[in-house]
Each structure stands twice: as structure tokens, then as C-alpha cells.
């Protein structure tokens, strides 16, 4: 289920739907972490993120935000995500493979995710999440 | 343009108390009848927010570059009173310190016959775009003294010259770092990247000075008319990314415990005087300080690429100045006829202190400080200097840079980066870039024009302008 990117003058705006909280943040982490690092194969690197936060939006910008650290600090290319949500509690698989430059550069680094613009609303049966992140 | 906005005078319009609730104070932005057509409404709305905050003093301010960006609009300025008053990450953004220096050589156009090789060099030599590292590796001593130390740090460790320290603003240190406040997480991704210019608006350009407009001024600042000079624009890469995320999420909890209401949850923000406040501003001050080490780094990868490249000496290309565009300062000015102590966010917005300001260093009393504005890729920067007029005005503060009117987005749909390259090249100009992409995402045409930014801070006489600069060569992030 592809993500939108939508027209934003300073930064980028994602929209993305899921038929699950938990579909959804999955395309969320797959529309951050393509934009930094583009042609991503999962393929051996595995890491588990755990986040608790106070309500949903907090629990997507720190998910978002755990993912753009894994992705500098240890010089990942992300592109596969399993998420489980249980109230306010998340833990994910993130499934990808070590950044080389030959193959995921040329992306757009984001550094961080805003809460200005970040909304979580459904739609018929959909969830649907948008998010703002600073480029 | 929204309902209620007044104007005041040719270029200075007001938001009035109650265009949105709770507003402690009007909101005034900076504008040409030319700029005002891009002004998006949700700007507006951004500037009015920021006059909600406790503390605040006087007006929220937007700079002729304003534009819709997250927590305050680009381009803004509020200063809050250091007793009452709050602060916030989202007054100074991710990029902590993200800011702009400019490098003078005594190299004339017509000394750079192999200008391709040079951009090459350059681009081999700073490491450029997402995923890049540097070769230095930091230990956890260094890194700690380079966050208290800032621009000294890399002069010290033989990245520069001590005329460097003096050409850069707070002399490349803020007081009041505090590195308990900087994550392991920050740090951890602090360590591979000092040294490195990173992606997106970031930049290091070869300019030539195609005129100079204040001829005592630009003597002072070291640039004469055909000289080369070099921008690089960058800021604290993902040391700061992390430490405006971890505060964000701590002073979040902080604005329920002191009960401030707020319009938008990116301006979080606790008094400047509660345990959180005073841990966002050591953490972010020390951010800033990485930030200064990073493009005095960067300054000597430069210097060294032009040493070998045309066999001139390494001090033969001073620093003009660095200047911070994002970032949160203790200050004094006089409000009303008093003096007052405050808290000045500047969020994409330049300091443009004017003459005799006690701050500055005194070969910059008569002039008041450089201020340099970078255009978009393929558009002149422009190198000014401060006034009294921004110190009554604007709390010492002008514009920062062209301001985007066009998504990336659309940038991509609109133009290739292919076409971009070749259109540039045709005027003169070298692009190298990690991708077409990036190219295209910052095209001469999705900025505002910088000319007009610039000429409207003349204008209002929030800086006065000294120098024009136009790129011969561009490296992108």
C-alpha cells in the first residue's frame, strides 16, 4: 500500500493509510526511511525498537524518531517493518541492510519529526496518518 | 493574506491580538508588495501561535524570508523575558545552529582556469550528502570538549587559525554548554560527523564578489569587487537533530507540569529558568558549539583543496564571518527605553547587531556585525552588515536566506536536476551533487529571489547591504 508525499514548501509531508494503527505506522516508517535511504533490500539486518509514550501521536513521532537515530548511528538502510501496537506501547522488527552509498545514496536526510501537521484520523475503516518531517 | 492582518507601513505588516486566541502580543512581519504573493496563510498562523507563549515581549516577528515551516514560521524572531518567559525547541529547530560562514582568498576570477577540477576536489574532499562520515575519529574526551569549545576546539586540534575564533559569532562558543544534557544517542551520532556538510539546502559554494555597495564596510570584512570567496552552509547535523528530539519530547511533559497552554505541541517549552528550560539551552548550546567546530572543519578541508590547488598559502584566506541561523541566545536590549534581559529565538533568522553593540568585537564598532545571506543554486548571496534600526526593531535579528516558495515535490515534478546542471553550467556555474534529485529539489526557482529579500532588510534598513557574491561553482548535500 504506497504512501503519498504531499506538497509541503519548506519540508516533507507524508500520508498514509493502513487498515490497521499498525499497518499504518509500518508505511509511515517505510515513507521515512526510503526517503533517507532509497533501493533498500532487507536483507540480514534486524533490529528491535520498543517505544512507550503518553498517546498515539507521541508513540509515532518517537517510532519515527528511534528509526532516524538506528538509521544515522548505525549507517542502516531500512525497509521493512513489522509493528505491534498495545495501547501505548509499540515494538517493531525493522528489517533492512547496512548503508552504502553506492547503493542508497542520494536520499534526503531528515532530521527529525514534527509534531506541527502530525495527525492520526480514520477514514471508513481506514487509519490514516500524516506526518511532517524537517529535511 | 488572513483576516485582520493590518499594514503598518510599505513593508511591515501587523497580525493583531485575537487573530488567534490567547495572543499575549501583535505579531509583525517584514514584506514587499513582490513577496507577499507567496506568503502562505499558514505562516501567518505559525507567527501568531509564537505570540501565545508566556514571556514573550513585544512581538512575534517574521523576517521577510517568512515561510510556513513547523512550530514557528521560518523566518522568525521572539525574544522572552528571561524572568517569566519560555523556551522553546521549536524556535530554533532541528539543525541546531544551522548557519553560514563565508572565506575570502586572494584569488581573482581569472586564477580559476580549472574551475571543474577544483569543484571536484572539493567535493572528494567534504564528505557531502546522507550517510557521509568524516575520517576523523573522535574520542569521547574530544567530543565532549569540542561541544564546550565550539570553533576553538578545531583551531586548537590545527583546523584553522586563531583569527578564525574572532570572525565568528560569540567567537564560535556559546557559554553555557552543558554536555550532561546531550544524550549518548546524540553523541553517538556526533562522533562519525563532525567534518561533514550533510544533504538537503546545506552547501559549499566558490563565489566571485560581483559588486560591493559599501566600500569602507566591505574593506573592514576583507572582500574587494572580483575576488573569490567560498560559502559553506551547514549546521550540527545529527548530534543536534538529536538533541532538539530528546528535549521536544522532555519539555512536552514540562508544559503540562507548569499548565501552558499552546496552539501547536512542536512549541513545547518550559520557563527559561525551570530544570528542563535550563537543560533544553546547555544541550542546545552545546549543539550549536559542534555546529561552529563542524564548519571551521569543513573551512580547512576547503582551505587546503584552494593551498593545493593554486600553491597560495593557507592564511591568505581569512574567515569574513559565521553567523548562526538557528538557535536560542541570551541577550540585552532596550524595550520602551529599558533594558531588559531576554531569551532571543531566532529560527532562520540572522543576528544583525549594529554599531557600538557591546557584543561584538571592536574591529566591528563602526560597522556593526557582517550578516551573510546565502541565495538559492545559482542566485547571489549577499554579505551585509548590522544596524541600530535592527536592534530597535527586531532584536538585533534580520533575514536569513531566499526563503522556498516550492515543495520539493514539486520542484521534482516541475524541473529534472539533469536540465538544472546543464542550464547552470551554460551560465558558468558547476553543480556536483550526490543525486539529480537533490538538483532539482533546490532549483534557482523554488526559492523567492534572493535580490528582493535582501533589498527589502536594506530597505527597512534591518541591515544595510555591503557586498553581492554569484556562484561560479556549487557542491550540494
Not at chain 2, 538533541?243 to 519530547?249: K, Q
Not at chain 2, 571592536?362 to 546565502?374: H, K, R
Amino acid at each position: 500500500m504506497p504512501y503519498e508525499v504531499l506538497d509541503h514548501t519548506a519540508d516533507v509531508k507524508f500520508r498514509v493509510r493502513g487498515r490497521t494503527l499498525a499497518e499504518a505506522f509500518e508505511e509511515a516508517a517505510r515513507a521515512v526511511c526510503e526517503t533517507m535511504a532509497p533501493n533498500c533490500t532487507p536483507e540480514g539486518v534486524v533490529r528491535r525498537v520498543e517505544v512507550e509514550a503518553a498517546d498515539t501521536e507521541s508513540l509515532l513521532a518517537d517510532f519515527l524518531s528511534e528509526l532516524l537515530y538506528l538509521s544515522d548511528a548505525e549507517s542502516i538502510a531500512f525497509c521493512s517493518f513489522e509493528v505491534e501496537i498495545l495501547g501505548n506501547r509499540l515494538t517493531a522488527l525493522c528489517r533492512g541492510e547496512e548503508f552504502r552509498r553506492e547503493k542508497h545514496g542520494g536520499g534526503a536526510e531528515i532530521k527529525g519529526i514534527s509534531y506541527s501537521g502530525l495527525s492520526i484520523y480514520r477514514e471508513g475503516e481506514s487509519y490514516i496518518l500524516e506526518i511532517i518531517a524537517d529535511v | 493574506m488572513g483576516d485582520g492582518v493590518k499594514r503598518i507601513t510599505d513593508y511591515e505588516w501587523e497580525v493583531p491580538v485575537g487573530f488567534t486566541p490567547g495572543m499575549r502580543v501583535p505579531g509583525r512581519f517584514f514584506l514587499s508588495e513582490a513577496l507577499r504573493k507567496s506568503l502562505e496563510s499558514g505562516a501567518i498562523q505559525q507567527l501568531a501561535n509564537v505570540a501565545t507563549m508566556p514571556g514573550i515581549v513585544k512581538y512575534a516577528l517574521a523576517m521577510p524570508d517568512i515561510h510556513w515551516g513547523y512550530g514557528f514560521p521560518i523566518g522568525g524572531v521572539a525574544a522572552f523575558d528571561i524572568s517569566t518567559g519560555v523556551i522553546s525547541p521549536g524556535g530554533v529547530g532541528f539543525d541546531i545552529n544551522c548557519g553560514v560562514r563565508l572565506l575570502a582568498t586572494p584569488l581573482s576570477v581569472q586564477d580559476l582556469k580549472n574551475r571543474r577540477e577544483l569543484v571536484e576536489r572539493l567535493y572528494q574532499a567534504v564528505p557531502t550528502g546522507v550517510g557521509a562520515k568524516a575520517d576523523l575519529r573522535l574520542s569521547g574526551r574530544e567530543l565532549e570538549e569540542m561541544m564546550l569549545a565550539g570553533a576553538r576546539w578545531a583551531v586548537d586540534h590545527g583546523y584553522g587559525v586563531p583569527g578564525d575564533i574572532a570572525r565568528c559569532e560569540e567567537q564560535g562558543a556559546m557559554k553555557g554548554a552543558d554536555t550532561a544534557s546531550v544524550s549518548q544517542k546524540a553523541r553517538q551520532r556526533g562522533f562519525p560527523q563532525s567534518g561533514t556538510l550533510g544533504s538537503g539546502n546545506h552547501f559549499l559554494e566558490i563565489q566571485e564578489v560581483k559588486e560591493i555597495y559599501d566600500q569602507k564596510a566591505a574593506s573592514l570584512f576583507g572582500v574587494s569587487r572580483g575576488q573569490v570567496a567560498v560559502m559553506i552552509h551547514c549546521g550540527s547535523r545529527g548530534l543536534g537533530h538529536q538533541v532538539c528530539t530528546d528535549h521536544l519530547r522532555n519539555l512536552e511533559a514540562a508544559t503540562k507540569k507548569y499548565g501552558i497552554q499552546l496552539p501547536d505541541r512542536q512549541l513545547a517549552c518550559a520557563p527559561i529558568t525551570s530544570p528542563e528550560g535550563k537543560a533544553y539551552f546547555g544541550g542546545m548550546a552545546a549543539a550549536a558549539n559542534y555546529a561552529w567546530a563542524n564548519r571551521q572543519m569543513i573551512t580547512d578541508m576547503t582551505r587546503k583543496v584552494l593551498v593545493k590547488l593554486y600553491g597560495i598559502k593557507y592564511e591568505q584566506m581569512p574567515l569574513v564571518y559565521d553567523v548562526a541561523h538557528n538557535v536560542a541566545k541570551m541577550e540585552v536590549h532596550r524595550v520602551d527605553g529599558k533594558e531588559v534581559q531576554v531569551c532571543v529565538h531566532r529560527k532562520g533568522a540572522t543576528r544583525a547587531f549594529g554599531p557600538g553593540s557591546p557584543d561584538l568585537p571592536s574591529e566591528f564598532a563602526e560597522t556593526g556585525q557582517p550578516v551573510i545571506i546565502p541565495g538559492s543554486m545559482g542566485t547571489p548571496s549577499f554579505l551585509l552588515c548590522g544596524t541600530a534600526i535592527a536592534m530597535e526593531k527586531t532584536f538585533g535579528s534580520t533575514c536569513h536566506g531566499a526563503g522556498r516558495v516550492t515543495s520539493r515535490t514539486q520542484a521534482k515534478k516541475d524541473v529534472r536536476g539533469r536540465d538544472i546542471r546543464d542550464q547552470l553550467a551554460r551560465e558558468g556555474i558547476i553543480v556536483r551533487a550526490p543525486s539529480e534529485a537533490s538538483i532539482a529539489e533546490e532549483a534557482p526557482q523554488v526559492y523567492k529571489p534572493s535580490e528582493e529579500v535582501v533589498r527589502v532588510v536594506d530597505a527597512l534598513g534591518i541591515s544595510r547591504l555591503v557586498a553581492k557574491l554569484v556562484p561560479l561553482g556549487v557542491i550540494k548535500g
